[in-house]
């Protein structure tokens, strides 16, 4: 809390709780994007390199742009 006002606390509970909903789902869109992708390239369908690239650093892009939805939270 910035300084020390009580009035922020139902901010920092609703912004908490809204963390936690975008941890949660950041998470699941992550492990759903890999086991998709990881089998897709086990099978052959989609070549690795393709693979790595959009399962590390693809889904690390939309899981940051995703995160900073938690900016714009009003006090």
Known sequence: MVDDKISQVPYIMKLGKNT???AKQNIAASLLVKIALGALGLLGMIPLWFTVAS??????????LNTLRLTKLKA
């Open 55 to 64: 399962g590390d650093d693809g889904i690390t892009l939309l899981l940051l």
């Open 20 to 22: 936690v909903n975008v």
